[in-house]
């Protein structure tokens, strides 16, 4: 597992905690189609994340 402001630092998405925050807090970020706004939510390999029109499948980045 992972969380979700980890991921999108990992995935290049936010270069710092504190930007992925923002997004996150901002409602930029959807986890299974559904606007996600606590950055501690631990996604599963299963999840999908969307931000900045962009999907990734959390199991295919982090293996």
Sequence with gaps: MIKLDQFLKFVGIASTGGQAKIMITNGEVKVNGVVETRRGR????EDTVTVVGKTFQVGDVIT
């Design 42 to 45: 631990k996604l599963l390999a």
